[in-house]
């Protein structure tokens, strides 16, 4: 009867007989079980909530001890509020937690109830004594500021009387010497007037300086009391010492007041006795006798401060109390989990037993089970049908599969042998599919070849492209350097000639003569100003100088243009006209100085190509959001651009033909300058014209509104001492013009055209400063500073260094300054220039005299913000220079490194360059090992600077705080 039967028959069978016998036994068991369980759930529904709740219990407790000193400590009624209602509700949650074990545990809860009713009553207590602290402290408060302004405002009567005294004193004895005349008469003038001075003026005198000094008094004695608040209880002592002292000096004042001469502020020091003492003003009459004053109120916040602490005390002992009764209920419910838990642990006793007999009963009928079928019709069978599969995984597929039977196991030998027959298939298959992959990597092969092939064409075609692109980079540098090394070169020559005709004498000349000079002049001029444009050019081209944003005068900037070229314009016979917008924008936020140029420009081609008619500028204003939406307009009645020229004009050293150049000479560089600096501002530059009509260059900008700066008045040349100066200039004529500008001054020169001879003759010799020319023979006049800043003399290692630079802008001035010179001076050379960064230099001016430090902050930021920023870098000046001089002591690089690199990027948020290039210049000393001398040379000069930074900054804060009244006034 099993050939028919099914595999999953067969065994669910085998698997009824196995299990049977333990599912009886199991059975049983559960019968059992019930009761146990049952027993069990009501153990477990009563003690774990109730160990929960003797937990929650001391949890409380340890919060309210916790939170308690907290209550003691609050200042305010709301964090009053705040303690008092968490306590309390503390105490609520602990009392609905007792209320559940009434009827189980009434012996072990009684103890607890009491300890949570005395707690809530202890911290009642507390919040009560804590209230009226809070109300002493406030009122103590009030009568203190009472008392101290009346104090202070007793102070300033003595100080007008003293003054009073002082002026009477000085009336006297300026009396003595108007009394003429040697006979008896002036004699006893004379005396009379001694007598009057000393028994009256100076011991007038010497009383009101008692009053004044009295009153000082009271006022500390009144911060006293005040600091002998904040320490809380114990203060006893020391207030019954300062009611001492107050009565003592209220006495003295009390007779120095009776002493006044004027009687009305006599009557008003009187007055102010009273708040003195008591600290509250009121009116005549309103305090009555025996009234509690200002020492009684500080004594009545010291006894609270001590009932405080008792409070607080009864409440940390309720809350032990409340642990103990804790404990008393924990161990009262372990009792009845004790017992519950001996009950089912027997119950378990009988129910193991009972499972232990079946599972050896069930186990001796399941072996047999297993060894008589499982084994005879399963397992067997099943490893004959592995072993076929592990043949045939292994690759032996001849070997066929019989099935046998009609089971599961015979259908996965029928499909074993299925696979059997794919594996044959299979292997078929495969030797033609290995066939097919050796003819297609012959043809990749031969295609790779192919591509190997073209690749290395496209290659080289590469490499000569980069070769020719890096040539012309090279070729396009090699350029900019050469102009800009020749600009600088012809520059040097052009500044000596420029300081030599500047420095010829007029006088005497005749009528030509004086006409040539002012055509050299001019001319000279002229190719400066060529000079100017090739490097505005190549500067604008490299990207040194980004566009700036400071605030400025619109309406500035065009008169500074109509002032230069209105003249001009008039002498060639032109009419020179301005349209401005009505009403005018005030002040923008932009390049000023890009904006100025490319206005000058367009201007100064506008009169150069015109003949005959007018040159115009004007100017339209649309408000636009944030700012205004500027167009200029430049219009002309020359000869006007071709149609083929209008877009090549803007072209680097471009002009619309030769004849123009040769005619009307220049560089062609000023248009393209011009729309490169409009592009750079975020504008537009454009031309309309036609031949033999005119031209008309449009200049379209956006820029945002900006704020008037702190109104600057120029400063008068500063008043130096004749000083011993060494002069570092390599070009001949170029020392001559120094000479001719500094001896006129009486100062000593002494003259070197290389470094290394600056650097010898600084190491050998004292010097008041140094004029280091930058562009230098040999070494550089950067390179020749450094060296004289690591010279092994400190003092002369500090010798102020101020460079000579044709640009002293951009990147290289932080470099130069970053160096260790002091200042930078433009050239051409002008004796102002020199004057000024002489005396800061040596000392005459400080850091930031003669400029506003805060003019770039003011033109970003609002003048409060400024401000504070400026008061919180004040602050910091101080500890921060303490920090690098104790990192300098404690020899700690790395630390003085940070501490420099702190202080500088803060000092560097306004014009302080002197502090910043000596901060940065400690930072990069510091990183790169210490040199023992330079460094040492920078650290002594460092005070000095941050005193004249921080001297440059009051004066800022100043100004700002005066303008802001007049603006208030106005």
Sequence with gaps: MWRGTGLGAKLLLAFLVIVGLPAAAGLAGWLELRSVARTQEAVTGQTIPALADVRGFTEASARIVAVAPELSAVRTEDERRERTAWLMGQTDLMNARIARYRVTDPEAIDALADAVADLRLAIGVLDLVVQRRILARASLRQRLDEGLAAAAELGGIADTLVANAEAAASAVISNLYEIDGAGEAAAEARLAALDKLMEVDLFQLSLMFELRAQASELGLLLNRLAALTERGAGGEAELAAIRAEMDRRLAIVGRRVQTIPDPVRANRALALLTPIRSGLARTPGARGAGAPDVLD??????????RIEAAQATVLEAAARLDQGAAVLAASVQDRATAAGEEVQSALSLTSRLQTWGAATALVVSLAVLWFYVRGNITRRLDRLSLSMG?????????PVHPRGGDEIAGMERAVEVFRQQALQNRALEEERVRHLAELHQHRNELQSLVDAQTESLRREVSAHAVA?????????AKSEFLAMMSHEIRTPMNGVLGMLRGLPRDGLSRVQSER?????QSSDRLMVILGDILDFIRDETGAEPARRESFSLA???????????????QKGLGFRIDLPDPMPGFVLGDRGRLRQILINLLSNAIKFTAAGEVALHLTATPAQDGHDLTFRVSDTGKGIGPAALERIFEP????????????????????????????????????SRPGEGAVFTLELHLPEGRAAPAETPAPLPAIRPLSLLVVEDHPINRMVAEAHLAPMGHHLTMVATGEEAVALAAQQDFDAVLMDVNLPGISGTEATRRIRALADPARAAVPVIGLSAHVGGAAVAANLEAGMSAMVAKPLSPERLARALAVASGATAEGEGRDVLAAALADLPAETVAGLTRLFLDQIGPGLEAILAAHRDGDLARLSREAHQLGSAAGNFDLPRLVADLQRIDRLARDGGDGAALDA?????????????????????????????????
């Design 938 to 970: 920078t650290l002594a000069t460092l005070p000095r600077r941050a005193g004249e930074a921080r001297a440059a900054l009051e004066q800022a804060l100043d100004r700002i705080g005066d303008q802001s009244k007049r603006a208030v006034n106005t």
């Design 469 to 477: 692109r890096e040539r012309a980079e090279a070729a396009d540098r």
């Design 297 to 306: 109120a500080t004594e009545t916040l010291l006894g609270l401060d001590s």
């Design 556 to 570: 500035e900037v065009v008169r500074d243009a109509e002032g230069l070229l209105a003249p001009v314009a008039r």
């Design 391 to 399: 043949r045939l995984a292994e690759g032996h597929i001849g070997d």
């Design 517 to 521: 000079l002012a055509a050299l002049e």
């Design 653 to 688: 050293f471009e002009q619309e033909d030769g004849q123009t150049a040769r005619q009307f000479g220049g560089t062609g560089l000023g248009l393209a300058i011009c729309r490169r600096f409009a592009t750079a501002m975020g504008g537009r530059l454009s031309v309309d």
